[in-house]
């Protein structure tokens, strides 16, 4: 069965430290995503990857950064924690489209306060 | 831009049948999923639709018009473990998936 693992369900952190979540898949998938979701925006991507050591902005990824470094690990970091990071972070993971679109399977998200 | 517009959140009785609405504007059109999300819990898939037309998965059924730029997902047979939010998501032009806002149904006995 897929399995995308998150390594925090709950994180909280101050101002100005630098963060890391860390998303683990199993299923030998070349995508990998990171969202933020927050209520009444649905989900909004921050960073994807098609690739080992690839990275692609998504469209809000100012103050986080990403990290790639094998198949099947997505880092996320945020370089220096603000309040308006507090958000509930979602990695995905997907097939490679081979000309039909693959859905995508969820981690169970890191609930991640800044104070 | 690029646009998802679904109910913010609808009610229905169990054993009932109910339908969420979802229409798009988007950059082209490679499919559209949907997903289901329990409170404080990941979304998981439930459907895709990249051709006109009904898909029926179990109590599940999903509609496309892509002329229309409309989709809708049905559920039957209404339980109480329905009780979650329905996201629609649509791949736009360039491979891109575009998310709703999602709707909240709640399910009352």
């Known amino acids: 069965d897929v399995k995308v693992t998150q390594s925090s369900r709950y994180l909280v952190k101050r101002t100005g430290e630098k963060v890391f979540l860390e998303c683990v898949q199993d299923m030998d998938h070349e995508n990998m995503f990171w969202y933020r979701q927050d209520p009444g925006l649905g989900l909004r991507l921050i960073y994807f990857?098609?690739?080992?050591?690839?990275?692609e902005k998504g469209d809000i990824p100012e103050g986080y950064s990403v990290s790639r470094e094998k198949k099947e690990r997505f880092s996320l970091i945020l370089e220096s924690a603000s309040t308006n990071q507090t958000s509930m972070y979602l990695c995905?993971?997907?097939?490679?489209?081979?000309?039909?679109?693959?859905?995508?399977?969820f981690g169970d998200g890191t609930r991640l306060s800044i104070l | 831009g690029q646009n998802i517009d679904q109910p913010t959140e609808m009610t229905a009785t169990e054993g009932a049948i109910v339908q969420i609405n979802c229409t798009y504007q988007?950059?082209?059109?490679?499919?559209l999923f949907w997903y289901q999300q329990h409170a404080g819990e990941a979304p998981t898939f439930l459907s895709y639709n990249v051709l006109d037309g009904l898909e029926e998965k179990g109590r599940f059924s999903s509609f496309l018009s892509r002329s229309k730029g409309y989709s809708y997902l049905l559920l039957k047979e209404l339980q109480m473990k329905d009780s979650a939010s329905y996201l629609c998501?649509?791949?736009?032009?360039?491979?891109?998936?575009?998310w709703g806002a999602g709707t909240k149904l709640i399910i009352k006995p």
């Open positions: 995905a993971s997907s097939l490679l489209s081979g000309g039909e679109s693959q859905p995508q399977h």
């Open positions: 998501a649509v791949i736009d032009s360039n491979y891109q998936l575009i």
């Open positions: 988007t950059s082209g059109f490679n499919g």
């Open positions: 990857s098609y690739d080992v050591k690839m990275k």
